[in-house]
């Protein structure tokens, strides 16, 4: 089967379009979230409080949990991507999602190395730990490879991303728990 | 609940909770490991093996049972974890079993990020044809799903075998 029939085949099904859309943001989203600590909610579970965004745990209200406000955000928000992707056309979506997926990668690494340089400059450079600044050469990379790359590349990855982005995702989450394997 | 609670006790509730956990992880682990071994072991010609059986009609059945067993399983995992995070994890990190607590806040990411992938999963299993040019990304889809089931039993057992139903 050509990428184009299979291409217009799925274009046919929105089902398929969403739950692939779906599956992809939510990936990103999620790992964006945890890694900036961005909880719709927090909860308190010992003593059944919500406070709304992220809060620590107050001295005598036992731990707080921000899982359940990391999904609340990011289950609708990625529901909502799925929802956009089926109402745009095929070509944008695959530059889109190519996008999406290509900033995931750049972003972070620029900011780590935005960080380490900031850590050992001989200037103030503290302006580099913001991630807002490693943004902007992450979304100039990831529009340039997303409008550069031929159309035939980005089909045929559209549906990849959705083994390619979570596999991506376990490696940065599971780096982030280094600091509980190295206690 | 309160009425729940005049017949059993408050320990047996959560007990009963985390057994029905256990029992749905078992069956779904089950499903989707079979799944797994159906799309991985290439159909065999010899009839009546064991193989045979695992074949493309079974792993496409596997499919709902699968999507069935995850959801109410996360929503009874998330249920449970309150519990888990106060009178588990605080033990855990206090004898300094960080290993453990590091592996656990590694399950609730994959296992949130599996329930994401199962519309995904759901949608190649139930209306892309067999022979699709998505039965590579249906296969690595399907493995990658029981990888993450696999990875969160042995955590919950784990985490079960610290401090949990029997101890």
């Not at chain 1, 961005?38 to 909860?43: A, D, K, Q, R, S």
């Not at chain 1, 997303?146 to 549906?159: D, I, N, T």
């Not at chain 2, 992880?25 to 064991?50: E, S, Y």
Request: aromatic share 16%; glycine share 6%; charged share 10%.
């Amino acid at each position: 089967m050509s990428v184009q029939t299979s291409t217009t085949a799925l274009k046919a099904s929105k089902i398929g379009v969403f739950a692939f859309t779906f599956g992809i943001a939510f990936t990103i989203l999620y790992t964006i979230c945890v890694w900036r600590n961005w909880p719709l909610f927090t909860y308190h579970p010992a003593v059944n409080k919500l406070d709304l965004g992220w809060h620590p745990g107050r001295s005598g209200e036992g731990p707080a949990m921000h899982w359940y406000g990391w999904l609340a955000l990011c289950y609708p928000a990625a529901a909502v991507v799925g929802w956009v992707a089926t109402i745009i056309s095929s070509r944008w979506l695959h530059r889109a999602t190519m996008f999406g997926c290509v900033l995931a990668a750049p972003w972070p690494t620029v900011f780590v190395c935005a960080v380490f340089i900031a850590d050992r400059a001989s200037f103030d450079a503290e302006f580099l730990k913001s991630i807002w600044v490693s943004a902007i050469p992450a979304f100039m990379g990831a529009a340039a490879v997303s409008y550069f790359v031929p159309s035939q590349w980005a089909q045929r990855l559209w549906s990849d991303w959705l083994l390619i982005v979570p596999i991506g995702a376990f490696l940065v989450l599971g780096y982030s728990l280094r600091p509980l394997f190295l206690r | 609940m309160d009425i729940l609670f005049d017949m059993i006790s408050v320990q047996t509730f959560w007990k009963i909770l985390l057994f029905i956990h256990f029992t749905l992880a078992v069956a779904l682990l089950a499903a989707v490991t079979l799944q797994a071994v159906a799309v991985l072991i290439p159909a065999r010609q010899t009839a009546g093996n064991f193989g045979d059986r695992l074949g493309p009609l079974s792993a496409t059945s596997c499919a709902p049972v699968v999507v069935a067993l995850y959801v109410p399983q996360v929503l009874m995992g998330m249920w449970i974890y309150t519990k888990y995070r106060i009178y588990v994890r605080i033990p855990m990190e206090q004898l300094g079993h960080w290993w453990i607590v590091g592996a656990f806040d590694g399950k609730e990411h994959v296992v949130a990020i599996g329930i994401a992938l199962l519309p995904a999963y759901w949608y190649l299993w139930r209306r892309e044809p067999l022979n699709s040019e998505y039965s590579s990304l249906r296969k690595w889809l399907t493995v990658l799903l029981a990888l993450i089931v696999w990875y969160a039993f042995i955590n919950g057992h784990i985490a079960n075998d610290f401090r949990g139903v029997g101890s």
